[in-house]
């Protein structure tokens, strides 16, 4: 299977911290991207990463990218309560129109 | 910013009804995905498509699944006698714009409650 697996499942951290995900996939893949999720809510894009790439960075965001360990993590710096939320990995065998494979998620509670 | 949007938000229906999902994808793409997520639990893919036709389905995408895009703007998912365990929230997603990018874009979902 493809199947991402994000870890820890659970993350509580105070205000100002910084908060890593990390995510685990099984075959090779043309890219990861990582989603954030607010409780019962959609689905928000957060950052895409390719398998050339090793790292990228938006905002307070930074995804780095191992496929010799088939992993990724997603730091997020300086984190706020709003971060308070699930964060998906999602993985692409290829390019264009392919779906992607989620992992279950990290749920992440920043304390005020 | 272009959006996916999906209606209804939530939908109850009885057990053995049938229930119509619609998306609006953003405008420019060309890739149309529909996604499912029961309570606690994770994303799963349901269908792709592409130039009016399936592309890609998963196993859950049954016989009594089907998708339509019957102007070129709507993105239906119709459930055609629901069960139980079609209870969860459905993601519309678009990708393929300008310069293909690889990105999917997901709607806020409609949240589907079977009775």
């Known amino acids: 299977s493809q199947q991402g697996e994000e870890d820890p499942q659970a993350l509580s951290i105070q205000e100002g911290e910084n908060a890593t995900m990390n995510c685990s996939y099984k075959?090779?893949?043309?890219?990861l991207q990582w989603y954030r999720q607010n409780s019962g809510r959609g689905l928000v894009h957060l950052i895409l990463?390719?398998?050339?790439?090793r790292e990228k960075h938006s905002g307070r965001l930074r995804v780095t990218l191992d496929t010799s360990k088939k992993s990724s993590s997603l730091l997020i710096t300086a984190s706020r309560a709003a971060d308070t939320a699930s964060y998906f990995c999602?993985?692409?065998?290829?390019?264009?129109?392919?779906?992607?494979?989620f992992g279950k998620g990290t749920r992440l509670s920043v304390i005020a | 910013e272009p959006e996916v949007t999906q209606t209804p938000s939530h939908q109850v229906t009885q057990m053995g009804q049938e229930v119509i999902l619609r998306c609006v994808p953003i405008?420019?793409?060309?890739?149309f995905y529909w996604y499912r997520q029961i309570l606690g639990q994770k994303v799963e893919f349901l269908v792709s498509?592409?130039?009016?036709?399936?592309?890609?389905k998963s196993e859950i995408f049954d016989d009594q699944f089907s998708v339509e895009r019957p102007d070129g703007s709507n993105f239906t998912l119709k459930i055609r006698s629901t069960k139980l365990e079609d209870s969860a929230m459905y993601f519309c997603?678009?990708?393929?714009?300008?310069?293909?990018?690889?990105?999917?874009?997901f709607g806020p979902g409609t949240r589907l409650t079977v009775l």
């Open positions: 997603a678009s990708s393929g714009g300008p310069g293909f990018t690889d990105t999917q874009y």
């Open positions: 075959t090779s893949i043309n890219n």
């Open positions: 990463i390719r398998s050339n790439e």
């Open positions: 999602a993985t692409a065998l290829n390019s264009g129109n392919t779906p992607l494979v």
């Open positions: 405008s420019n793409h060309l890739y």
């Open positions: 498509f592409y130039n009016n036709e399936i592309s890609e």
